[in-house]
C-alpha cells in the first residue's frame, strides 16, 4: 500500500493535483475538506458543527476529522494505497494517523508539500470562489484568516514529517503539468523503494 500525503495552504493545489494523482496511480482520495462538505450537504450532526466552523476558515475539532479518515480507511480497505488531501492539519492529527496506521502495519510513505506565494494563493482562492459556491472562498479576509491558521497550526508539519525523512518540498508555482510531473517523479521514488 502506497500512502501519500499532499500537503499545503489554501490554494496551493492539493486538491488539484490530488485528482490526476489518484487517476494515474489508483489510490484514493481523502480530502477531509470534501468529506466535511459533503456532511454540510447532507445536513447531519457534523456538518452542523462544521459549517460554523468552516464559513469562518476555523478548522474543526481533530477527533472529529480523525473519526471520518478512520472510516473511509476500513471501507477502503483493499485500496493500493491513499492520498491524504488536507489532513493530518494538526501535530495532533499526525500522531493520531501515525498511530492508527502503525496499529495495521502501515505508513505513511512521503509528504509532498506544495509551496505557493500567499498572494498567489489568495488570487487563486477568490477566483475559484467565482465558481465554486465555497462560503469560505467568497471574502478575501477569510481567505487570509485560513492562511494564518495553516502558518499557525499546519506548517509546523513540515518539521514533523522531516524529522521522519519523508519530506518533500515541491514547488507549487506553474503550469499545473509542471507541478504534477515533479509530483509523480517523486512518487515513482518513494513507490519503487516501497515494492523493493
Ligand atoms: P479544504 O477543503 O482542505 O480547503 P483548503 O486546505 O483551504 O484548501 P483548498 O481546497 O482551498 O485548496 P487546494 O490546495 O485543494 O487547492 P485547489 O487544488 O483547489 O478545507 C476546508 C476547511 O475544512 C478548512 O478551512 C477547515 O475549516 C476544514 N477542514 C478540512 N480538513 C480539516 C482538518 N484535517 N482538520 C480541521 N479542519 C479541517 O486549487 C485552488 C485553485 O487554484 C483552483 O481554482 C485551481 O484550479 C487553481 N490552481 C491549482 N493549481 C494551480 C496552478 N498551478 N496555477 C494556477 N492555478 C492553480
Ligand atoms: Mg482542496
Known sequence: ML?????GAPGAGKGTQAEMLLKKYDLVHLSTGDM????IARG???????KQLI???LFVPDRMVVE????K???NKSAKGFIFDGFPRTIPQA???DRMLAENG??????????APEDELVKRLLNRGKVSGRPDDQDESIIRDRIVVYNEKTAPLIDFYKTQGKHKPVKGVGTIEEIFNNLCAIVDRVATKEVA
Not at 466535511?36 to 456532511?39: C, F, H, I, S, V
Not at 502501515?106 to 509551496?115: C, G, N, P, W, Y
Open 95 to 97: 500522531e493520531m494517523l
Open 55 to 57: 464559513d469562518k476558515g
Open 44 to 50: 447531519t450532526e457534523r456538518g452542523k458543527l462544521a
Open 73 to 75: 480507511i476500513w471501507a
Open 36 to 39: 466535511l462538505r459533503a456532511e
Open 68 to 71: 471520518m479518515i478512520e472510516e
Open 3 to 7: 500512502n501519500i500525503v499532499l500537503f
Open 106 to 115: 502501515l505508513e505513511i510513505h512521503a509528504m509532498m508539500a506544495l509551496d
